[in-house]
């Protein structure tokens, strides 16, 4: 029964059919006790139609407020390979966020050495190295919108990465001091997940519950296959879209080819 309960509550959302008591056009969803009475249910099996369609990502429920309607947001795109055809000093920007202004809103740095748990980390620096670390938050129009943290071998900077430590690394950003330091970056790989976030970043990103996040790890090497650079950067699922591009060459022998 609870999901056909939440089948017909999906169904009124996505037609815009919900009504209130006035039979006015609303938002707000019946509470567990006005859906229990219409279906002749237990309050168990109301409050877990209204939970299936939470966990879904439809709604918001608020304790003492009821469940609402989750309102679409504008989303951000992420383009590969604008990114990537963009000057060197900003193709590696975050966003590419059409008029949106993207500031750091939170900034912090130091150096930390990589924990065992951290499988990505130690993948690509061991479980002892000591790292120089930026981290940043940044927002659009006051809401936060990812979150960056950027991790560098200590060793590479004979003056400590004091450049690294400030917000404003400088021209050309981390790479072009990576480049300064004998360490230029020639190739880059991104790994993409989606997880749940933790807690820090939930509180951080101020999204709402199981809200789930793409993970992007972007792994820099030098010349010899030395990874100096490894970018985490957190991106809510719903207010980020993706977008990568496959080229297909056709083999020259079938390039005549017809059907």
Known sequence: MYERIADDLRDAIRNNTLRDDQNNPTDRLPGEIALAEQYGVSLGTAQRALNQLRDEGLIDRTPKRG?????????????????????????????DIDTRQLQVRHFESGSRTAEAHEEE??????????????????????????LATSYLPLYLFPDGGEALLRPDSGSGGIWARLAEAGHEVVDADEYLDCRMPTAE??????????????????VAENSRGQVVDLAVIVLPGDRWRLRYKVLQQVPARNAGARG
């Open 121 to 146: 980390m130690v993948r690509c620096f061991g479980s002892h190295m000591r790292l120089l670390y930026r981290h940043r938050v940044y927002e659009v129009d006051d809401s936060p919108a990812s």
């Open 67 to 95: 469940s609402r309607v989750r309102q679409a947001r504008r989303k951000f795109l992420r383009d590969g390979i604008r990114r990537l055809e963009g000057d060197s000093e900003h193709r590696f920007m975050l966003a």
């Open 201 to 218: 970043e939930a509180q951080e990103l101020r999204i709402p519950p199981r809200t789930p996040v793409f993970v992007l790890y972007r």
